[in-house]
Structures are given as structure tokens and as C-alpha cells.
């Protein structure tokens, strides 16, 4: 090589130092760049934790410990959409929607078909709901169940019945009846229920038809969507002190200006930029709070079924096999009372007392 051109030693060092300093720099935003979204890895989860439970953060933000199933077939309800995977909960959430299909069926509702509740261990979902993610909601079909069980394939493809007509945004009156509001009546006479998430015409439906009583209304809360089911949403449970709480409801019945405003043009107006991404997508394990990595990280128990919740008593179960350390027999209490929420998720509990989104956002 010609002298001429050959790099002398200073600009070899130069090149060198400059090429180090490249290398470095790609190694440090390579796990950024590498790090996985948040709904990626819970919903890559089939079992939860085998730990007490405890919700962690927000209901839009966050994951939950301890969780049970509810199990897919029961006396007064039946489970929809099993392929999803979304038929877990905070114990006290699951013991609640069992009472309230106990209680329903008492009412004159057929029993529940239940959709979404949350994912093993909570956190934001693949697909669907903003919210869902710390145990505390769940999804209530107002499709009456059939009088048979259903087959998986049947579970998976049913429609459910559209009860709002999608130009008036008003009830469909030939489909809705005193048992509908019966139902949702119940939901909200129970005091760990904060709110109910319907479609606004639901909402007005109600304020027009129901007499006597109407402080339970207050539950009943408008929002997009929510047109074949309703959202069922508790308070954070004892045992939770990371748990963060949404606002409390108005007192008043909420059949006035605020529900007005569902029915002007306001709020049905085509979202400017449909194709943004969903906070769901870019949500990082940063974004969450810090204890949902322990969650993630935390054993499970050996099976789904281990961590079924039966007749109103948790089985108890543990991470893997302990042969040396038989297991306690589950138990039940009678009487009503809420679930101990402090209580391990996997220890016998007490009984809770006798016998897809629409077009907007779903930013509940």
C-alpha cells in the first residue's frame, strides 16, 4: 500500500476508539430495544402465582398474585370463550360472581354466562380490554343461559344478543325485559361492587323504567361499548395495600346531564386516528408497577384445576409436587360475609353465603 494513503497511527486510533464507542452504544439500547411488551409476557401465562392474593397497581395498569379460576361449568353459570384463557381472578372476585349466579337464578334469571374476568396473573391482555388486568373485573353476557351445556365449539362461536341498536344508541325494547334489570339490580346491591359499566342506552333505559328505589343506579355508569354485556368492577381487597383505587361514584342517580351527553353527536364522532396504537401495545414492563416482575417470576401451582375455585372453598395447592407434606383438607363456613382477601388463595376459604368491545377506545 502506498504510504501515502496508509492511516497513520493517530487516525487509527481515532477509528479505533470511535468503533469501541459504537459497539458500546449498541449494547447499551439493546435491551431496550429488546425488552418485550408487558401483554406479551402475562399473556403468555396459563397458571397464576401460589401465593396470597394481591392486587398491584391500577385496573388499567397492573397485574395480580393469588389468583383462582373459576371453574367453566357450574350449577348456575357457564364460562364463555374458554380459549382465551381469562376465567381468573382475585379469590374475592370469583366468589362474588358465583353468588351473584346464585342469586340471579332466584331472581328469575336463567344463570350467568360470563366473559373476560382477567388473565392468570392479571397485567394488560393480548387482545381487547384497557382494564382487566388486577383481578377486580369482570364481564357479565346479557344472553340469558341456554337450559343446556354448551360445547366448547359452541362457547367459542355463539354471538351474543346486541341489546342497543347501533344508530339510536337506544335499548332495542323487544329484547330487553324486568329480568335484565333485575340482574344488574342485584349486581349492585352487593357493597364490594363499585360500578357497573354499561352502554349508555342501558343506562337510559333504566333511569326511564325503574321506580321505588333508585339509589343503586348511581353503580350503573355509562361508557362505549358494553352493548351485549355488562362490566362488573369491586373495590381493592384487603391484603392489597399496593392497590390503587378508583374515584368514588356521585350520589345521585346519574340520569341527568351526564347521561345527556351520551345522547348528542359528542361522543359518537369517528376517532381522528383509528390506527394509533393502544396503551395495551405499548405498554413495557417499566410501565407497570414494580412488583409485577416478582409476579411473573413467582411459582405456580401444579395445575389449573389445583387452583379452581370450588363450592366456595379454594383447593390447596403448591407450586410442584410435595409428596412429603400432605395437603389440608378444603373446608367451607356457612353464612354469608365476604372472602378474607388477606387470606392465601390456596387455603380452604369461606363460602360467600347460600345456595367483544365495540368500535371506541376501550379505555375503562
Given at each position: 500500500?502506498?504510504?501515502?494513503?496508509?492511516?497513520?497511527?493517530?487516525r487509527?486510533?481515532?477509528?479505533?476508539?470511535?468503533?469501541?464507542?459504537l459497539?458500546?452504544?449498541?449494547?447499551?439500547v439493546?435491551?431496550?430495544?429488546?425488552?418485550?411488551?408487558?401483554?406479551?409476557?402475562?399473556?403468555?401465562?396459563?397458571?397464576p402465582?401460589?401465593?396470597?392474593?394481591?392486587?398491584?397497581?391500577f385496573?388499567?395498569?397492573?397485574?395480580?398474585?393469588?389468583?383462582?379460576?373459576?371453574?367453566?361449568?357450574?350449577?348456575t353459570?357457564?364460562?364463555?370463550?374458554?380459549?382465551?384463557?381469562?376465567?381468573?381472578?382475585?379469590?374475592?372476585?370469583?366468589?362474588?360472581?358465583e353468588?351473584?349466579?346464585?342469586?340471579?337464578?332466584?331472581?328469575g334469571?336463567?344463570?350467568?354466562?360470563?366473559?373476560?374476568?382477567a388473565?392468570p396473573?392479571?397485567?394488560?391482555?393480548?387482545?381487547?380490554?384497557?382494564?382487566?388486568?388486577?383481578?377486580?373485573?369482570?364481564?357479565?353476557?346479557?344472553?340469558?343461559?341456554?337450559?343446556?351445556?354448551?360445547?366448547?365449539a359452541?362457547r367459542?362461536?355463539?354471538?351474543?344478543?346486541?341489546?342497543?341498536?347501533?344508530?339510536?344508541?337506544?335499548?332495542?325494547?323487544?329484547?330487553?325485559?324486568?329480568?335484565?334489570?333485575?340482574?344488574?339490580?342485584?349486581?349492585?346491591?352487593?357493597?364490594q361492587?363499585?360500578?357497573?359499566?354499561?352502554?349508555p342506552?342501558?343506562?337510559?333505559?333504566?333511569?326511564?323504567?325503574?321506580?321505588?328505589?333508585?339509589?343503586?343506579?348511581r353503580?350503573?355508569?355509562?361508557?362505549w361499548?358494553h352493548?351485549?354485556?355488562?362490566?362488573?368492577?369491586?373495590?381493592?381487597?384487603?391484603?392489597?395495600?399496593?392497590?390503587?383505587?378508583?374515584?368514588?361514584?356521585?350520589?345521585?342517580?346519574?340520569c341527568?346531564?351526564?347521561?345527556?351527553w351520551?345522547?348528542?353527536?359528542?361522543?359518537?364522532?369517528?376517532?381522528?386516528?383509528?390506527?394509533?396504537?393502544?396503551?395495551?401495545?405499548?405498554?413495557?414492563?417499566a410501565?407497570?408497577?414494580?412488583?409485577c416482575?416478582?409476579?411473573?417470576?413467582?411459582?405456580?401451582?401444579?395445575?389449573?384445576?389445583?387452583?379452581?375455585?370450588?363450592?366456595?372453598?379454594?383447593?390447596?395447592?403448591?407450586?410442584g409436587?410435595?409428596?412429603?407434606?400432605?395437603?389440608?383438607?378444603?373446608?367451607?363456613?356457612?353464612?354469608?360475609?365476604?372472602?378474607?382477601?388477606?387470606?392465601?388463595?390456596?387455603?380452604?376459604?369461606?363460602?360467600?353465603?347460600?345456595?367483544?368491545?365495540?368500535?371506541?377506545p376501550?379505555?375503562?
Amino acid at each position: 500500500m502506498n504510504s501515502a494513503i496508509r492511516p497513520s497511527p493517530g487516525r487509527s486510533s481515532l477509528l479505533a476508539t470511535a468503533l469501541g464507542m459504537l459497539a458500546l452504544t449498541a449494547l447499551a439500547v439493546q435491551p431496550a430495544a429488546a425488552e418485550e411488551r408487558a401483554k406479551d409476557l402475562f399473556g403468555a401465562e396459563k397458571l397464576p402465582t401460589a401465593t396470597a392474593p394481591q392486587s398491584f397497581g391500577f385496573y388499567s395498569k397492573g397485574c395480580f398474585a393469588g389468583g383462582v379460576a373459576i371453574p367453566m361449568d357450574g350449577p348456575t353459570w357457564q364460562v364463555m370463550r374458554p380459549s382465551r384463557n381469562r376465567r381468573w381472578g382475585h379469590p374475592a372476585m370469583i366468589a362474588l360472581i358465583e353468588k351473584l349466579s346464585r342469586d340471579a337464578v332466584a331472581d328469575g334469571w336463567p344463570g350467568l354466562l360470563i366473559g373476560d374476568i382477567a388473565q392468570p396473573r392479571g397485567g394488560p391482555m393480548t387482545t381487547g380490554h384497557a382494564s382487566h388486568q388486577i383481578g377486580l373485573d369482570a364481564d357479565i353476557w346479557l344472553t340469558p343461559m341456554p337450559d343446556r351445556t354448551m360445547t366448547r365449539a359452541q362457547r367459542e362461536n355463539m354471538s351474543a344478543t346486541l341489546m342497543v341498536d347501533e344508530k339510536t344508541h337506544l335499548v332495542k325494547d323487544a329484547l330487553w325485559t324486568p329480568q335484565h334489570t333485575a340482574l344488574l339490580k342485584r349486581a349492585a346491591s352487593y357493597p364490594q361492587v363499585e360500578r357497573i359499566l354499561v352502554n349508555p342506552g342501558i343506562k337510559k333505559k333504566l333511569c326511564d323504567t325503574v321506580k321505588g328505589d333508585r339509589s343503586w343506579l348511581r353503580k350503573i355508569r355509562p361508557f362505549w361499548g358494553h352493548d351485549y354485556h355488562f362490566h362488573m368492577r369491586i373495590g381493592c381487597q384487603p391484603g392489597s395495600p399496593n392497590c390503587k383505587a378508583q374515584e368514588t361514584t356521585p350520589d345521585d342517580d346519574g340520569c341527568g346531564k351526564p347521561l345527556a351527553w351520551w345522547f348528542t353527536e359528542e361522543p359518537w364522532r369517528p376517532n381522528k386516528n383509528p390506527d394509533a396504537p393502544k396503551a395495551r401495545d405499548l405498554m413495557m414492563m417499566a410501565n407497570l408497577p414494580k412488583e409485577c416482575r416478582a409476579v411473573l417470576d413467582a411459582p405456580g401451582p401444579a395445575s389449573a384445576e389445583a387452583a379452581t375455585y370450588h363450592s366456595g372453598a379454594v383447593p390447596v395447592a403448591v407450586a410442584g409436587p410435595e409428596p412429603e407434606t400432605p395437603s389440608q383438607p378444603a373446608t367451607t363456613a356457612s353464612g354469608g360475609g365476604d372472602l378474607p382477601g388477606a387470606a392465601n388463595a390456596f387455603a380452604a376459604t369461606p363460602r360467600m353465603g347460600a345456595p367483544v368491545p365495540r368500535p371506541r377506545p376501550p379505555v375503562n
